[in-house]
């Protein structure tokens, strides 16, 4: 490739969002945050980022049905998790940015896949810009990663790493982390904006010229002090973002955006001493800690995770105030929404919790979101205020409409057979759903269409125990 002579020029970028203008900006027009322009030179000449994307691509005109297909190639990373949110294994030529939080577990999940791929004979590089080689064979060690095929490289300048591909031309190239690399033939710092953006633009044309396979790691930051994955986000081919509380175990793996497949799929892994251990049913690992003598206020509901359903133990704890106004405390579930579950409690069936405290609890540390976990919710409450037990064996599934109406939910079968494979007795569902199509055997399904019904019939349940 030719590169002409360049002119250094400079811009003002956004360091959270990327908006770029030629003068200083108190506040982003684009994503409204103060004082987060920051100046960066840059030099580049535009005929080389043409040429790149020329490159790139096939110069001449196809008809749709003369495009083959049979290019996509894809390989496994070993961890059927992992695949099924890639939509079936990585795409041969593809670009996959894996953002999350530092400290999450990013690093962790690539080299564990890394040596997975080289063990299937995959040539493979992995480019650590933040630890030295030796850091990494600690971890390997640890993860017991050990291949033939899997070459360590700890280099951050973009133009020692392009070099080292074209001799070493490697299948799969991993890059952690993205905020690390930088191109020298730009002055603004590792992690602005433009460096970011630039070297990802390098790594999208080695991938589709080369057809090499590039993973990118990236941190998300908080303060947007470092430019994000969120910049780069329509470059890639791939988003996938690692989540999960530090402090807990678990990891989520969610795709944000998928040219390969769908964005519905969410893969669960546990954070364990020897690294990431795949979790083939989630459902098992929230309900684990659930005792056989059920507490009152203890009920298990059916959220999802993308298309994936989740059993949660959702505990409420309710009890005289001592406070002047009583509190509301609320874990893993939004504080709005049970404030408007406790209003509907109260006027629609009568529950008095003007001098109560509530505490609601979603067990295992996951975060609630979807509206079908509002009748658990509010049997929680209820059954704790009145201290009776719902069955144990029954799982309450429905949303609660503010006039106190149970309102239909949606992949209610998909819900219904997770509460059946792991061996619930009972489901509680909205009315308006039914009937279903396809029901599993021995399992009752009790309709429900008003808040004060669904009560008295999970009431009735434990107390005919
Ligand atoms: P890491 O992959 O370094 O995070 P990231 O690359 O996203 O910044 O993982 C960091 C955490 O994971 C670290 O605090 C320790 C923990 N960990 C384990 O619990 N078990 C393991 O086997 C490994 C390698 C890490
Ligand atoms: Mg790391």
Not at 75 to 85: A, P
Not at 222 to 242: C, N, Q, R, S, W
Not at 402 to 420: D, W
Request: hydrophobic content about 40%.
């Amino acid at each position: 490739m030719v590169y002409k002579m360049a002119k250094v020029k400079s811009k003002w970028i956004c360091q959270t969002c990327g908006y770029e203008t030629s003068g200083y900006l108190g506040k982003c027009p684009d994503c409204s945050s103060w004082g987060t322009l920051v100046e960066e030179t840059y030099s580049k000449s535009p005929a080389r980022e043409l040429s790149s994307i020329a490159d790139s691509r096939n110069s001449s005109p196809q008809l749709l049905k003369d495009i083959s297909l049979d290019e996509s190639i894809r390989y496994t990373t070993g961890m059927l998790e992992f695949d099924t949110v890639l939509g079936g294994g990585l795409v041969m030529g593809s670009l996959v940015l894996i953002g999350g939080d530092p400290g999450i577990g990013k690093s962790t999940i690539t080299l564990q896949s890394c040596g997975n791929l080289a063990k299937n004979g995959l040539k493979t590089l992995y480019v650590s810009a933040e630890e030295s080689a030796k850091q990494i064979k600690l971890r390997a060690e640890r993860l017991n990663v050990n291949s033939e095929n899997l070459y360590i490289f700890a280099e951050n300048n973009i133009e020692e790493i392009q070099k080292t591909l074209t001799e070493l031309k490697p299948e799969i190239l991993i890059i952690d982390s993205i905020q690390a690399v930088y191109n020298p033939a730009i002055t603004s710092s590792p992690g602005s904006v433009s460096q970011v953006r630039e070297c990802c633009g390098i790594l999208m044309h080695i991938a589709k010229s080369m057809g090499i396979t590039v993973l990118v790691i990236g941190h998300v930051t908080k303060d947007g002090a470092i430019a994000g994955p969120k910049v780069l986000e329509h470059m890639v081919d791939t988003v996938l973002y690692f989540e999960g509380d530090r402090y807990k175990s678990y990891r989520l793996l969610r795709t944000i955006k998928n040219r390969f497949g769908s964005t519905n799929d969410v893969g669960v892994f546990n954070m364990e001493e020897n690294g990431l251990v795949e979790v083939s049913n989630p459902s098992e690992l929230f309900l684990s800690e659930r005792s056989n003598a059920i507490a009152p206020g203890s009920v298990v509901i059916a959220s999802s995770e993308g298309s994936r359903p989740i059993l949660v133990e959702i505990q409420a704890l309710v009890g005289p105030t001592s406070y002047p106004s009583p509190r509301r405390v609320t874990t893993g579930i939004e504080y709005n929404r049970v404030l408007q579950i406790l209003a509907v409690l109260e006027k629609r069936v009568g529950l008095n919790l003007s001098k109560q405290d509530v505490y609601v609890n979603a067990v295992g540390g996951i975060d609630i979101q979807e509206p079908a976990a509002d009748l658990g919710i509010a049997l929680a409450v209820a059954t704790c205020a009145r201290n009776v037990t719902v069955d144990p064996e029954t799982v309450i599934i429905g949303e609660i409409g503010l006039s106190g109406e149970i309102r239909s939910v949606s992949n209610l079968e998909s819900k219904i057979n997770e509460a059946y494979k792991l061996g619930f007795k009972k489901v509680l569902v909205p009315k308006s759903n039914l009937p279903l199509k396809t029901i599993p055997h021995n399992l009752e399904i009790i309709g429900v269409s008003r808040l004060l019904e669904a009560i008295t019939s999970s009431i009735s349940v434990a107390s005919n125990k």
